[in-house]
């Protein structure tokens, strides 16, 4: 049966159809919905990990004890995985392992750009890249074969538009696939020095094996079209390729993207009097290219930035512009991202710009504090960093800047990364104060469920982490809960926790307005009365439903929930909720 897939979808498909028995992962996007279609299927165990470096030692755990296991991230989720990743390149595999790593290029959800292939050159291992859903189905299958094949753990490298795209997937059976023996095994699994030595020429060996087979494999493929212009391309950027260029020019289509081949690649441009690369993000193919002494044009025609587009590409390769559209004269409004109506974390952030503070935030929905009208965050980096870094600061700056200072971070992030960073400014005498924006959820990918919720990613019960808890057991003597709705009480536990000679940590506890339980809580709307004197106070707050009608407050009722935020904020008692 032929169905309608989003590219992740149908590598959760393919980890179906390869027999895979455990997958875990940290939500990212956009490598999330690999993982949440996986659950589907009741064959395969599959987790929310705390964090990635967590889920791809589960995965590896997985596959030594002989079953074929998958991890998923996106591009920076990578960075956090990449210790045990470099290890098991050296370890090899028991059963096939995969790890699904997904680049935004365009930044579309992401703090960078960074380009994935590169892990795959420093961690000498194998790297796939589909171009549709269907190859997404089929290079999942495929790598788990070259896995246990070459005993090899497999890069799959998706990129936004592959994952978020749909394109036709064949579903087929699931075969059995049996668990592998399990055999002690310590000079290929335990990696100490001695041993690790002697894995390393196996990794070696492996790579010339990798590189011949990259001459002959099926997953790169030429199509002659008995054109002059030659084009080599991978993933999404074959397919503009294809778009803007159709049989114009020829084609090396590379499925597989590290190790690349070298006398097919030479063959190929041999017979092309000129040869274009096409790559979004960094020249690793033409850098390769060029290497092996094969003259090709790359980045001198095409940007280092962002996505590519089909007209781009035409205008580059064959200088043609691309065809003309009617424009519209009037100026169209931007459409900044904003937080939702409702949303928890606009308490907070109302709050904090109200008392000047310096913030070190961090990655989730709340990052959107850092835009007008809240301006409040003057940091972000990665997860957790927003603990850390204000330790730094305020260990460089002194304790009156540290009075002033504070990070937010949510509560998943907070589970990620940001525990660590709490420890270190235990231990190292730090005073700082943490706000653990905690609304009840993983926010920011899709409402993914984390060890702070409760739930497994099936909707079991489980045991649940209590913040408060957690804090306390690691040194932190001021642990406060505490309603970023009702700002007068927020702002005065704000106040108070800063002035402390020790670190604090709030809690900031209020359920993100979309879980449905919210949904059933915010009923009404809220109304401006005649009672509003135009001070504006309100338009502070950056709710999308809050507007100005000339010099008049208007309240759009089509998006306002009836959270109340505003009615607390109006110092003239001018704005009603209506049930």
């Known amino acids: 049966m032929k169905k309608l897939m989003l590219g992740n979808a149908a590598v959760a498909r393919g980890a179906y159809e390869a027999g895979v028995r455990a997958v875990s992962s940290y939500p990212g996007t956009p490598s999330t919905e690999i993982t949440e279609n996986i659950v589907k299927y009741d064959d395969i165990y599959v987790e929310w990990a705390p964090n990635e470096k967590v889920a791809a030692e589960v995965a590896i755990g997985a596959s030594i ?87 090899t753990p497999v890069f799959l490298r998706l990129s936004t538009r592959v994952s978020h795209s749909q394109s036709l997937v064949e579903e087929e059976e699931r075969p059995a696939q049996p668990l592998k023996d399990y055999t002690k095994d310590a000079g290929k699994y335990v990696m100490m020095p001695g041993n690790a030595i002697k894995r390393h020429v196996v990794v ?70 000129k040869v274009y690369v096409i790559e979004e993000l960094d020249p690793f193919i033409e850098e390769h290219c060029k290497a092996i002494g094969v003259d090709v044009t790359g980045k ?10 089909p007209s781009m590409i035409k205008k580059a390769v064959l200088n043609e512009s691309p065809a003309e559209f009617a424009s519209i004269d009037e100026a169209i409004p931007v459409r900044p991202p904003v937080m939702c109506a409702g949303c928890p974390h606009r308490g907070v952030f109302y709050v904090l710009k109200k008392l000047g503070l310096t913030v070190s ?34 260990k460089v700056r002194g304790a009156e800047f540290g009075k002033k200072l504070v990070s937010v971070i949510g509560d998943s992030t907070f589970m990620h990364s940001g525990i660590t960073g709490l420890v270190d400014i235990v231990y190292n005498k730090g005073n700082n104060t943490i706000i653990i924006l905690d609304n009840s959820i993983t926010g920011m990918t899709g409402h993914q469920d984390n060890p702070t919720t ?7 019960p489980t045991k649940q982490v209590n913040l408060i808890t957690l804090c306390k057991s690691i040194g932190i003597e001021h642990v406060t809960v505490a309603d970023p709705f009702d700002v007068k009480l927020f702002e005065k536990v704000v106040r108070e926790e800063t002035e402390r000679e020790e670190p604090s940590v709030i809690i900031a506890q209020r359920p993100c307005a979309l879980l449905p339980n919210m949904r059933k809580k915010y009923t009404g709307r809220c109304t401006i009365t005649d009672k509003c004197k135009k001070c504006k106070m309100c338009m502070k707050l950056g709710c999308p439903a809050i507007s100005l009608d000339g010099d008049a407050v208007k309240i759009d009722t089509t998006q306002c929930n009836g959270c109340g935020l505003c009615v607390n904020v109006c110092p003239f008692e001018a704005i009603e909720k209506e049930d």
């Open 65 to 151: 004890a002989g079953g074929r296991a998958m991890s998923c991230m996106k591009h920076v989720g990578l960075n956090v995985m990449a210790d045990p990743v470099f290890t098991v390149s050296y370890t090899g595999v028991n059963g096939g392992l995969v790890f699904c790593v997904a680049d935004d290029q365009g930044m579309h959800s992401s703090q960078n750009e960074q380009d994935s292939r590169h892990y795959a050159k420093a961690s000498k291992i194998m790297m796939l890249e589909p171009s549709d859903s269907g190859e997404c189905k089929d290079f999942t299958k495929k790598a788990y074969e070259l896995s246990e094949q070459f005993d």
């Open 204 to 273: 070696e060996e492996r790579m010339r094996k990798l590189e011949e087979y990259a001459e002959t494999t099926e997953l790169n493929q030429i199509e002659d079209n008995g054109s002059d212009i030659g084009v080599i391309a991978a993933g999404i950027a074959y397919m503009y390729a294809k778009e803007a260029l159709g049989d114009k020019v020829n084609y090396l289509k590379l499925g597989m993207v590290y190790p690349l081949p070298e006398r097919l690649i030479k063959d190929f441009a041999s017979k092309c009097k």
């Open 300 to 309: 001198d025609a095409f940007t280092y930035l962002g996505e590519y587009t």
């Open 361 to 394: 935030g961090d990655i989730g929905c709340y990052t959107l504090g850092a835009a007008a009208p809240l301006q409040s965050i003057d940091t972000t980096i990665c997860m957790g960093a927003s603990v850390s870094a204000a330790h730094g600061m305020a």
């Open 454 to 460: 409760g739930w497994t990613i099936r909707k079991e």
